[in-house]
RNA sequence: GGGCGCAUAGCUCAGGGGUAGAGCACUGUAUUGACAUUGCAGGGGUCGGAAGUUCAAAUCUUCCUGUGCCCA
C-alpha cells in the first residue's frame, strides 16, 4: 500500500475502530491469560463527551491496550449510568417543550417514555467514545437499570436493611424545592452571596428583663422568615448578660408563639447580640439545638412545604396572610421574607442597621448587608430548604471503617498519594447517607409500608407481603434510590454479580480505578464502601486520580463562561491520536491540565512525521518485520538502533508502573522523532545507495523494519490508529496491532557500536555547530585532519566512513598533521579534529568561536577548581561526586588548553 | 476558620541534594527525492522572597508573599 504525503486522521479511524470492534479486538478470547480489568465511570445516559471524559477515557485506553498487548485478558467494562435527576430532567424539559408535563401521565406511563427516550436518544457519548478509540467491551455494553443490575441493587438494600445499615429515620434533609427530591451532603453546593442579618427584637415575657433593663432580647438572623417557625431563643450558657433569663419566654412577635430561652454552646457571644433565635426545622444547627433542648424531631414546627411555600404549622399559629407566600422573593414577587420584614418593622419589632455614607450621614437599612455562604442544589440550582421528612439513609460512618483502613494499610493505594488526606477528611467525618429521592425515574425502593406506616423491606412484593402477613394490604415507597446508589455496585455488579458469574470470578477485584478527583467522595469511596460489603474485599487495589481539564486561561470549563472546548471539534481538526497524545503527554500526577491547542497541533505534526518515516521505509523496501526479537546485528547503526529500542521500552514500561503518563509519551516522542528519525533513518541513507542486495542492506532493513515496528507497538497505546494503519501498511500481517505483543527486546548489542555512533553523532552536531557559528554554508564538504586518533576514533572513520561524509560532512578525513595555516578546531569525544579553513572564512570569527568556548570552560574549570580545592567537599562529598568533579575538571582544564592553544596559532 | 496544592525559560509544563530540561513561541539558516504539519543551529532562567540544615539547596525544613481548589 502507497501512502499519501501527509496524514489524514479523519480517513482512517473511523473505518479501524469499526474493524476492531467487528473482529472482537478489544477483548480477544484469552481464557488462561492473566485478567486485566478496569471499569469505566460510566457517564450519565444523558452525557455528551466533554474534555474531562476525553481525558478520564484517554489514560484508561491507554492502560488497557497497554495491557492488552503484554499479554493479559484484558477487559474494559463500559456502559451508562441511569442517572435519575439528570435524565428525569431531559424528559420532563422535553414535555415542557410541548406544553406537556410529567404528571400528565401516571407514573408507569412516565416512566415508559423515559425509557423510549433512552432507546432513541441515549448513550450519544457511547457514539462519541468510539471516536476517541476506547478499546471496551461494546459487546457487554451495561446500563445501571438493566435487569441483572436491578437485581444487585435490591439485594444489596435489603441485605443492608437486614444488617441494620439502611434504616428510616426523619431529620433534616437537603430539600431541593425545585426538583422536589431530597438530595445528599455532597449534592449541594455552597456559595456565597450577597444577603442580609436582620435584627429583631424578641419581647420578653411574665414581665422579665435583662440587667440592663430592657425587655426583650435582641436576636439577628440571615433568615427572618423562617421566625415563624421558631422554638427558642437560644444563649451560651457562659454569657453573663443573659444568665438571668435561661429558662424564661419570649412571644414571639407576628404569631405570639411562646417560646422558651435555652443555654447551648452554638449561640456565639461574639456574634451579634450572642442571642440566636432557633428554628429547628429549617436549620441544620438549630435541629441539635432543638434536639438538645428536648424537642422530638416529629414536634418540631414546620413552616414550608415541598415547594417551599409558607404552609401551616402544626400549632397553627402562622397568620393566614403568610400562607401560600414563597420562602423569599421570586420572580420580582415579594414572598415571606419580605412580608415577615415588613410586618416587624411597622409592628416595631426590627432593629434597623445604621449605616454611613461616604459624606457622615447615617442611613437606616432593614438589615446589614453580608456575604452569606449560601446551599444551593447542583442539579436544581435553587437554595436548597432544610426540610424535616422521613428518608432512607445508610449508615457510611459503618461502613467506611474497612475502607479507610485498607487506604491506611496499603491494600488501597491512591496515586498520587496527596489525596489520601483528603480522603480521611472526608471518611473519618462521614454523615448518614441520604439514599432516598422523590423522582419517578430510578430504582424504586424495595420497602412496602402498611396502613400504620411500618415498613417491609423485601427483594419483591411477596417477600414483604410474607412478612407483613396474609391480608394487610401494602403499599410500595413511592421513592428511587440515589443513582450513586447502584453505580457504587458498578465493580461488580456489571460482572454479573449477585450471581457467581465466571467473570466476577475472573475479574472481581478489579487491577485498577481512574477517575477524576471530583468523583472520589460519590463514586469512589462508595464502590471500597459497596465492595467490601457485598464482596468482602477492596474493588480495586490501586486508585488513579487525575486532574480537570481547563481553559488555556486556566479558568474552568463551563458553558456559561462560553470556555468551552469539544473534544469532539479537536478530533475533527487535530485527529483523535493527536489529541489522546496531548492528554497523555500533559498528564503528571496531581495537576490540572491547561488546554493548549497549538500543543494538540503540535501532536499532529508528530503523527505526520511518523507518517513520513514510515514512507520513507517504504520507498527503501523496508517492511514488516518478520520476528518479535531483535534481528543479529553487525552494523554499528544497527546495534545502536536495537539498544535504543531496548531502552526506552524500559524506559516506558517504568512509567506505565508509575503511572506517569507524560514520561511514557514523552519517551516514545523522544526516541521515534529525536532519535529514529532524526539519527538512525539518517545513519542508514548511505547504506542504501550501496548494493540492494549486500549484507549492510539486507541487515538494515531488518533490523530498520523491527524497530518501526517496535515504535508501531510502543506508540500504540496512545495513538491507536495511526499504527494500526501503518501496521498494516507496512506489509502482511498475521494479527492486527491492537492485539500484537508488546517488545520484549532482549538483545545484547555490543559498547563499541553504540560509542561509535555516539561519536558520530557528537562530531555531526559540532561540525554543524561550528559552521553556523562561522556562517559557513552547512552543505560545504570539509577536508579534516586528526593528528592524534583514538582507538574509537579510527575504528569509526573505517567502518563508517560513508556516515561521516554525509552527516558530518568531512570528507576526506586524514589520520595525520594538518598543513600550517588557518583552521578551525572541531571535537568528538577526546578526539580534536583540525579542519583548514583557508579561503573559507574569515580568522576572526574563528577566534570569537573559540573564545566564546573558552570562556565557558574557565568557568566551569575555576567553579571545580573552587571545589576540588575545599577539603570539607573532598572528604565528605560522596565519592562518586568527587570522582565526578575531578574529571570534569580534568576535561574542562584540557578544553581551556587546547583552547588557548588554538588561538595562538590562530595570532 | 480547617485541609490540600501550586509558584522553574516569553507561554504551557517536567525534574529534583552535585550547579537546569521538553514542547510551543522567538532568532539565524537550509529547499530537486520521507517529511516546511520539515531539517540544522542558536538566544533565553540568580528555579516567588527570607532564614535554616548541609562540604554542597532550584531540590530538604521553617516562615513570608502571591495564587488555586476542597471542606465548614
Redesign the pocket.
Known sequence: MTLD????PASIEARWYKHWEETGGFRPERPDAEPFTIVNPPPNVTGSLHIGHALDNTLQDIVIRYERMRGKDALWVVGTDHAGIATQMVVERQMEQRQDKRTNYSREDFVDKVWDWKRESGGTITTQLRRLGCSMDWSREQFTMDEHFTKAVLKTFVDLYNDGLIYRDKRLVNWDPKLKTAIS??E???Q?IAGGFWHLKYPLEDGVTLSDGRNYIEVATTRPETMLADMAVAVHPNDDRYSSVVGKHVVLPITGRRIPIVADEHADPELGSGAVKVTPGHD?NDFEVGKRAGFAAGDMLNMLDGDANVCQTSDGMVPEEFLGLHRFKRDGKDGAREAVVARLKADGYLIPHIAKTKKGEEVEHDAEPRQI?T?FGDRGGVVIEPWLTDQWYVDAEKLAAKPIEQVKDGTIEIVP???K??FF??ME?I?PWCISRQLWWGHRIPAWFDAEGNAYVAEDEAGAQAQAGKGVALRQDQDVLDTWFSSALWPFATLGWPDDTNLVKKHFPNNLLISG??IL?FWDARMMMMGQYNMGTAPWPKLYLHG?V?A?????MSKSKGNVVDPLGLIDQYGADALRFFMA??E???????M?E??V?????????????????Q??GIGASSTLKAPTARLAANQWIIGEVQQVCAEIEQAMTDL?F??AA?AI??FT??K????Y??LI?PVFAGDPDAMPAVETREVAGWALDQILVMLHPFMPFITEELWHAQGERKYDLIVASWPNPRAEVSKEATDAIDWVIDL???V??A???L?I???AKLAAFLPTASDLASGTIERSSAAIERLARLTPVTLGEAPDGPAMQVTAGSDVFIIPLEGIIDIGEEKARLE?SLAASQK?AK?LEG?LS?A???????P???E??KA?FAHHSAEVERLEGALKRLG
Open positions: 504525503t501527509t496524514f489524514d451532603d455532597l449541594v453546593e455552597t456565597t441544620f455562604a446551599p498519594k496527596t489525596w488526606k483528603t477528611n472526608w467525618n454523615q478527583f471530583d467522595f480537570l481547563r488555556a486561561d486556566g479558568a474552568k503527554a500533559m503528571s500526577q496531581g495537576r490540572d491540565i491547561k493548549d497549538k500543543r497541533e503540535g501532536y499532529r505534526n508528530f503523527a505526520t512525521k511518523l507518517w513520513n518515516a514510515t514512507r520513507f521505509c520507498s527503501n506517569r507524560d514520561a514523552n516522542y523522544q522523532w529525536s529514529f528519525c532524526d539519527w533513518l539518517e541513507k555531526t552536531t559540532n554543524r555547530s559552521k553556523n557559528e556562517g554554508a552547512p552543505g566564546k566551569e567553579s571545589r575545599n570539607n567537599f573532598v572528604e565528605r562529598a560522596k562518586e561526586a568527587v565526578k568533579a570534569d
